[in-house]
Each structure stands twice: as structure tokens, then as C-alpha cells.
């Protein structure tokens, strides 16, 4: 069965927790055979993270690790190492986070695999890259975020710069490393020879980032913390209904603009000097927002959207994950999608497959494995043909 456009690729997931394996949960999603390697002792730690709990189990998992089969393999012992080859010998992607240097520690670095597997594409995930006088240090997403100016543009200005309410960092590498396994699985189909993919975390912050280095660049301008707009680009905002609740309005284009004024029943906003245009918006933004503010402090928050969709302006509500689950233009485009998770016995809701292929779309297959090891035998047996009885020396011996 097809499960996507990587459908027949294969790829070894090595490492823990969410940049490495949120970027071969993307290659999973397409169709790639995902084979996740834990340590014998040590799971990943992901299986324990999540705020709900039900049963001792905790949802972290479900997402991150579905369409993944695994296996579990020491590679720091000499059997390991020969077991990881032969499976480097039969894979084209390996996605690692790890400390750089770590895999070559164990013999395992690039020049190994690709004498091994001259198609090998090794996708390396870090904090800071592979090279670079800080190529060393550990790196988290918070550090990253920090270290990359991200953090600094959050919050609300004479505030403390919050952190973000999930490791978007580890997000953002990971798609990083996936959109560079996909451009170096391409090349191969040309040259036949495999790659390095170096991502690192506070790059892929920086990469994100519009216009701040240049703006710095040319004016000396320090983009900073703007609360709940942009700083320049008006309006586009968040504004209180009548209910209390806020709302999101952005018409910073200029024909969008004019729609606004139309809607509000003040189109002689459109000609206002003050708000002509782009620019002038930008300079003139707290009145502008006071004039919008004012509009919306006394309607309910559907009929102010309601009216400007209608309208053909841009808004929305500002929802609470309980309102996106039950977000209808979501669930018709199949984002909010069930996994069968089987520790559990039962389907858990979890984030669709982005972007939808209309040919060749991804697929759920499962959520992720019920515990560590779970297809040692599958992979073991099925692809490297090792024996019953290898498998419990193996076992015995602490290499699986």
C-alpha cells in the first residue's frame, strides 16, 4: 500500500526528546518507514512528557512518535555498532540530535556511513551546528530562541521577554532538517551520493525572523517587544468585544483598509492623512487602534466577524485548544485527526498532516509504539535476518 511520497524510504530516527524526532515524524507523516532506536535502559524521555495523564501515560508520545517503529540497540557496544551498520547499509535518512561529536565518538561519524552507504544522508540536528566556535555546547529551544533574538521581539514592551508556550525552536529545526532531507534526498536521485544536513537550533530561530537584520543593518533599528501587534503595521491587532473576549483584526493592506472604514461605517477613515496609507498607518497607529478598539468594545465578537468576513476583511477569534478541536474549517481539512493509541486502547486527537498532496498524501498509520523495542523483532528478523536465538543472546547481553 502507497502511504505517501516517501513511501519505499527508509529512516533511522537516533536521539531524544523533539528536534530530531519531530523532524522524522515529518518524514513519517509522507510515507517514510520511520525506525526510532532507543537505548535498552534508557527510553526517550518524550514517552513521559505531556500534561494530561491517563493511566500513567502521557500524550507527548502520540504525536511525536507516530508512524514510527521501534527498536531498541545500543551503539556504544561493538555488536551495536555492527547491527546499527547493517541497518545504515539498507536506510537512506538518518536523523540524529546529539551533542556534535558524539557519533563519531562511537565511530559513527559521516565518513563511516557513507563508506558503508555512499547514499546515506545524515541529518544532524543541534544547538548552535556542527561547526562554529560554539559547535560544542549543549542547546535547548529556550536557549536558542534567546540566543537567536526570537525571545527578545516577545512580550509586551518594559516587560521581561516571556517565554513561548512551547518549545517552538525544536519545531522550527525540525522542519528545518526535514525540508533539507527532502532537497538532499532530490540530489541523490541525481548524483547518487548522500549528505550532510547540519540544522541547528538558534539558526533555525534566526531564519524566521523577517526583516530585523537588515532593519538593523541599514537603520540601527532593535526590533523589540510590540505586545500584541507589530510595531509599523496597522491596523493588525487584537480588540475587545463587547463580551470581554478579544478578537483578531488585521486590514493593514490598503484595499483591505478601505473595507474596514466601509464596514465600521466610517469609510472617511480611508482619506484620513493620517491612515492614507501604509506608511502613514504605521506612524499613526494608537489612533488608529483607539478608532478600531472603540467599534469592536461594543459588539459581540460573531458579529464583528460576521461583518468584516463579510466584508472581506481579515479576523478571528483568539481560541483555547477546546475551540480548535471543534473548529469546523479544521476537521474538513482533516487537522484534527485520531491516532489509535494502544497503550490506552483507544483513538487520541492529535494535529494533522501538513501540507495536504492532493496525488500522494500522508497518512496516520499509528501512534507510535506502546513501549520501547516494540518491533525488535520485525526489524531484526524481517530486515537483517538474524535469528530467535540471536535475538535473546542480543537481549541478554544488553546490546538490544
Known amino acids: 500500500m502507497v502511504t505517501g511520497p516517501l513511501d519505499g524510504i527508509r529512516v533511522l530516527e537516533l536521539g531524544t526528546l523533539i528536534s530530531g524526532p519531530f523532524a522524522a ?99 544532524r540536528v543541534s544547538g548552535y551546528g556542527q561547526t562554529g566556535p560554539d559547535a560544542g555546547k549543549a542547546g535547548y529551544a529556550s536557549v536558542a530562541e534567546a540566543a537567536s533574538g526570537l525571545r527578545h521581539m516577545n512580550g509586551f514592551p518594559g516587560g521581561p521577554p516571556p517565554r513561548l508556550a512551547l518549545s517552538l525552536g525544536d519545531s522550527l529545526a525540525g522542519m528545518f532538517a526535514a525540508q533539507g532531507a527532502l532537497a538532499a534526498l532530490y540530489r541523490r536521485t541525481v548524483t547518487g551520493e548522500g549528505q550532510v544536513v547540519d540544522t541547528a537550533l538558534t539558526e533555525s530561530c534566526l531564519a524566521v525572523q523577517e526583516s530585523t537584520i537588515p532593519d538593523y543593518d541599514v537603520g540601527g533599528v532593535v526590533r523589540g517587544p510590540s505586545g500584541t501587534r507589530l510595531e509599523g503595521i496597522a491596523p493588525s491587532n487584537i480588540y475587545q468585544s463587547a463580551n470581554g473576549s478579544w478578537v483578531v483584526i488585521a486590514a493593514n493592506q490598503d484595499t483591505v483598509f478601505r473595507r474596514l472604514c466601509a464596514a465600521m461605517g466610517q469609510p472617511e477613515l480611508a482619506t484620513d492623512e493620517r491612515f492614507v496609507d501604509h506608511v502613514s498607518r504605521g506612524r499613526n497607529q494608537d489612533d488608529l487602534d483607539a478608532i478600531i478598539g472603540a467599534w469592536a468594545a461594543v459588539r459581540q465578537p460573531d458579529d464583528i466577524i460576521g461583518t468584516l ?47 495536504l498532496l492532493s496525488e500522494s498524501p500522508g497518512s496516520i498509520r499509528n501512534a507510535g509504539s506502546s513501549c520501547p523495542g516494540q518491533h525488535n523483532d520485525e526489524i531484526y528478523t524481517g530486515l537483517l535476518g538474524l535469528s530467535a536465538e540471536e535475538l535473546e543472546s542480543l537481549r541478554t547481553e544488553g546490546v538490544l
Open 25 to 123: 515524524r515529518l518524514l513519517g507523516d509522507m510515507g517514510a518507514e520511520v525506525i526510532k532506536i532507543e537505548l535498552p535502559t534508557t527510553p526517550d524521555p518524550l514517552r513521559t512528557w505531556g500534561q494530561a495523564e491517563l493511566d500513567g501515560h502521557h500524550f507527548f508520545w502520540t504525536v511525536h512518535a507516530r508512524n514510527k517503529k521501534a527498536v531498541t540497540l545500543d551503539l556504544r557496544t561493538g555488536r551495536g555498532r555492527e547491527l546499527f551498520l547493517e541497518l545504515v547499509d539498507r536506510t537512506d535518512v538518518i536523523v540524529e540530535n546529539f551533542r556534535p561529536g558524539t557519533l563519531e565518538k562511537w565511530d559513527l561519524g559521516y565518513e563511516v556511513l557513507k563508506d558503508r552507504n555512499k547514499g546515506i544522508i545524515l541529518v
Open 309 to 355: 468576513s463579510e466584508a472581506g476583511v481579515i479576523s478571528g477569534p483568539i481560541n483555547t485548544v477546546a475551540e480548535v478541536v471543534e473548529d469546523p474549517q479544521l476537521r474538513a481539512r482533516g487537522m484534527i485527526a485520531d491516532h489509535w493509541d494502544e497503550r490506552i486502547g483507544r483513538f487520541v486527537k492529535g494535529p494533522g498532516i501538513v501540507p
